[in-house]
């Protein structure tokens, strides 16, 4: 079995609560803490930044934090995210100037690094970066807030990026991100994404170890 990964998005969590939040849904059996931010300007919404990733940290948060970068421009924040603590960094392919740079910043820090696509981004970013990503998110929904629904097309281009993973020969983790939820996990893993970003599909319900146990119930096929 592919080891999956669940990932709840904090967007959907009580800010007023963040750092218990974050410990409750780990304790609830999250694998990994996906962190967005959005600057008002890439997209129409803002959110955190590096303090609220460090404040994590401080708070004694250990599990990896997968950072969502969307703003722009993208290098001015990586520096701030790698001394803030964030284990993984993605950021959007069309609001860098030099992709390949910004993936190396990352990379230097000791970041996972990674590119992400929204529904209408062409897969030709990854042409040349095959060898440097560490994971590929898609997104299912146009980004900038949560709750959406997850566009369908969606399932399509995840088969295709697996097959430019497989022929890579390399270990990229599959991100999917918008949407996701109990009632569509295995479909969307049989497309062969491995890792799972939910946000309101986990902090909108009461009991988050129920609805992580039965997301996983649903990968166990
Ligand atoms: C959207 C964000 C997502 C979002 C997912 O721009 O990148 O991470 O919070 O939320 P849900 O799971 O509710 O669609
Ligand atoms: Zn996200």
């Known amino acids: 079995m592919a080891d999956f990964l669940i990932a709840p998005s904090i967007l959907s969590a009580d800010f007023a609560r963040l750092g218990e939040e974050v410990e409750n849904v780990l304790a609830a059996g999250a694998d990994v803490v996906h962190f967005d931010v959005m600057d008002n300007?890439?997209?129409?919404n803002l959110t955190i930044g590096?303090?609220?990733c460090k404040a994590l940290r401080q708070y004694g948060i250990q599990a990896p934090?997968?950072?969502?970068?969307?703003?722009?421009?993208?290098?001015?924040?990586?520096?701030?995210?790698i001394e803030a603590g964030a284990s993984w960094i993605t950021f959007h392919p069309e609001a860098s100037e030099h992709i390949d740079r910004s993936l190396q910043m990352i990379r230097d820090g000791g970041c996972r690094c990674g590119l992400v696509f929204n529904p209408a981004t062409p897969l030709h970013y990854l042409d040349y970066v095959m060898d440097k990503v560490d994971m590929i998110l898609l997104?299912?929904?146009?980004?900038?807030f949560g709750g959406q629904r997850f566009i369908p097309g969606t399932l399509n281009k995840l088969r295709q990026v697996r097959e430019r993973i497989e022929q890579s020969g390399r270990e990229i983790r599959l991100e999917i991100d918008g949407g996701v939820g109990i009632q569509n996990i295995a479909e969307i893993a049989a497309a062969g994404a491995d890792t799972f970003v939910a946000g309101s599909a986990i902090f909108n319900t009461e009991d988050y170890a129920a609805t992580i146990a039965q997301m996983r119930a649903q990968l166990a096929g």
């Open 41 to 44: 300007h890439y997209v129409p």
């Open 139 to 144: 997104m299912s929904v146009n980004p900038g």
């Open 65 to 81: 934090i997968d950072v969502h970068l969307m703003v722009k421009p993208v290098d001015r924040l990586i520096g701030d995210f």
């Open 50 to 52: 590096p303090m609220v």
